[in-house]
């Protein structure tokens, strides 16, 4: 039986597309999220890893639940994040949300339209900001423009690295209905180059990800927590960069991913118009 350790990438919080626990993150409220970063951290591990058994997969990410719920103590990620959560007065919803789509990213390979990715995204993306959220004592009521910004993150990481996902994993999130409508199908994301038809496809999950932003423009103006608000409207910002590039580049042999200098620039341009919505809103 594979152990969890053997899985594990090595990837930390500082790896990911979009900030995780920033330094815009109150120091009281940071050891709770990267406590939840760590398990969902484990368990994404755990469900990409190209060569593990699906089933063996599956018996590592149910260990991971009983130690969230209390019902084993063998994974610690697991353990301390139920303490976490216990401390806080917290529930385990969120993370077990994620547990789901995680068990669905080893036994499901396709997707068959936008509603069908969506239904993933509710598991695998919403529940990260629902979480946090949480963590910040915010209301609930802004659940739903939490989820359209959630859900555009999780389009936008899949659009990026869908030639790798393919390669890798045989995984390909871009709607089957999608491709069959541009008269290309998954085979596509195998070149090392997108052809027309591809582009096409790409380009117009970029502009159904640009109407979810749409939805959440207004996120950051609504959070009380004036830190959690500023995060909220940097990664806004920088998911509507990133659409852009979308609509424009090829992911199969382009940079569509942002540097260190990208987010400071974006970040820099971005806080003027901040500072004034929150001056504005008081």
Known sequence: ????????????????????????????????????YNFVRMADDVADHPTAPADEKLDLLEQMRASLEGQGDAVTVGVTLRTVLAERGLSSIHALDLLEAFRRDVTQLRYADWDDLMDYCRYSAMPVGRFV???????PALWPVNDALCAALQVINHLQDCGKDYRALNRVYIPEQALAAAGTGVEALGADRADPALLGVISGLARCTEGLLGKSRGFSGAIADLRLALEVDLIQTLAED????????????????HRKSDIVRLFAGRLPGFVRMRLKKR
Do not use: Y
């Open 1 to 36: 039986m594979t152990s969890i350790a053997e899985l594990q990438s090595g990837k930390g919080h500082k790896d990911e597309n979009f900030p995780v626990a920033s330094f815009l993150i109150a120091p009281r409220h940071r050891p709770a999220v990267m406590a939840f």
């Open 133 to 139: 959220l949480d963590v910040h004592g915010e209301t």
């Open 242 to 257: 990133l659409t852009r590039l979308l609509m424009t580049r090829d992911p199969l042999s382009q940079p569509v991913h």
